[in-house]
């Protein structure tokens, strides 16, 4: 059976699969909103929801206020899994288990999918896909349709990327598709290791990062313990279960199936191999990877607070960008590509929703938190600006800014003005004075 994402029938399996197999424990146990469906299960993996959920509409500018710049960060679009292991290893495993004549009817099948997925990847890794592209043509579509005052003739677009390929493609197929929506456009594009720093801080802050593995391995590697019943997938794999327990990994074995199976949403046509997991298996994949990252990138005093601010130089530059916008003349906009390990703890310290909660609990986390919510593949910061469009003299205190994520509006942590719309002057001050205390709170 193939799979194609446009089709949404993937969803629609698993779904009714979660009617007729969920437990009343694991209902029980997710005591907030609903379960994350079978693609948000796959965390990072998750590709852009936009075209499968519908746009999300927007709320007008409070009455003579008009956009004129935006402040921008963007993950990569859906990809190819990047390590050459991420298709190797699940290979390597039942062939293990074949020799020994240890697989059942669907597990040789599996092996066959694996070994086709595995060899379609050779060359690919880590690139972007047909979809990937996509994604960006599309979000660069509602940006010009929802911004039109700003994306116009004579404005000026400067976008730059990390020096990652599937990063400078997003960034292209944005940057055509605005061209040829706006003819006079002004564009300008960099990728080159002059803007790492802003971009991709992760690699330059070697205390953050420490912090976020030893957090990630403390706090997260015990949670994991009391979530890896994996028996049903390895029951449909494998007709010999103490083959798997003396030779094999079975958790490792699961985990690297089911990365294979995540990323196929990021293709319009691969095998699909779904069927291999129950509900409650895919459920709690999602909360082990749900509590991975939060420890990793999440404002949690399990490590001070520390982490999300490995990216206060990004933060620090979408400031002084939009500050330098604040007493231009002309309509602009900034934008950025790059990463989700950058994306994710970015929203974090701008406190985008809830997301920077902070929670110790892990076993209530996803009654707070949710990772796919922040950084699908292709997901989103936009700062929208706006100014009143006849006042004589204008001032920064008259300039008011909406956040979109993933295109949809934000609550954020200062008192809005009229909706999803606050003063700029409030959320700088807010986030100047955060940053400024960086140094006092966290020497280095």
């Known amino acids: 059976m193939k799979w194609n ?19 009343a424990a694991a209902q029980n146990r997710f005591k907030g909103a609903a379960r994350p469906d079978s693609c948000q299960s796959a965390s990072q993996y998750l590709a852009y929801p936009v075209p499968a959920r519908g746009i999300p509409a927007l709320t007008p500018a409070p009455k003579g206020y008009k956009p004129f710049h935006i402040e921008h960060y963007g993950r990569h679009g859906s990809r190819w899994l990047i390590g050459e292991n991420q298709y190797a290893n699940p290979v390597s495993y039942l062939e293990k288990a074949d020799k020994y004549g240890k697989l059942t009817p669907r597990g040789k099948q599996l092996l066959a999918q694996l070994k086709k997925i595995h060899n379609d990847s050779q060359g690919r890794l880590g690139e972007l896909t047909p ?4 994604q960006h043509r599309g979000i660069a579509a509602r940006m010009v349709k929802n911004f039109p005052e700003i994306f116009r003739a004579g404005t000026h677009v400067d976008a730059k990327s990390t020096v990652v390929i599937r990063c400078i493609l997003s960034m292209a197929n944005e940057i055509v598709e605005i061209e040829k929506m706006v003819p006079g456009i002004i564009i300008t594009m960099d990728a080159s290791r002059t803007t790492q720093k802003i971009l991709n801080h992760n690699s330059s802050d070697t205390v953050a990062r420490k912090l976020a593995e030893e957090t990630e391995r403390k706090y997260a590697g015990e949670f994991t313990k009391s979530h890896r019943d994996r028996h049903a997938f390895l029951a449909k794999v494998f007709n010999d279960q103490k083959f798997v ?74 400031i002084e960008s939009a500050d330098t916008a604040m007493v231009s003349p002309h309509i602009s906009a900034n934008l950025r590509f790059g990463h989700e390990s950058i994306l994710l703890p970015l929203s974090v310290l701008m406190e985008l929703n809830d997301n920077g909660v902070d929670r110790t609990d892990l076993n209530n986390l996803d009654d707070h938190w949710r990772n796919y919510t922040i950084f699908p593949m292709g997901s ?32 954020l942590p200062v008192k809005p003005v009229s909706g999803p719309y606050y003063r700029w002057k409030d959320l700088r001050d807010h986030y100047a004075a955060k940053l400024d205390s960086f140094t006092t709170r966290f020497p280095e």
């Open 245 to 318: 327990a003396d030779s094999l990994d079975g958790p490792r074995v699961f985990s690297a199936v089911f990365d294979v199976a995540a990323n196929m949403q990021s293709h319009d046509d691969q095998p699909y191999i779904y069927d291999l997991f129950t509900p409650e298996e895919l459920y709690d994949e999602w909360l082990v990877n749900n509590a991975e990252w939060y420890c990793a990138a999440g404002n949690t005093s399990l490590s001070n607070g520390r982490v999300p601010f490995r990216q206060r130089v990004t933060l620090r530059n979408m």
């Open 131 to 134: 979809l990937g592209h996509r």
């Open 5 to 23: 994402y446009r089709n949404a029938i993937f969803p629609a399996i698993i779904a009714a699969l979660a009617l007729t197999a969920g437990t």
């Open 380 to 411: 989103n910061i936009q700062m929208i600006f706006y100014r009143p469009e006849k006042k004589a003299k204008r001032s920064v205190d008259d300039v008011l800014v909406k956040v979109l994520l993933n295109e949809e509006e934000v609550k």
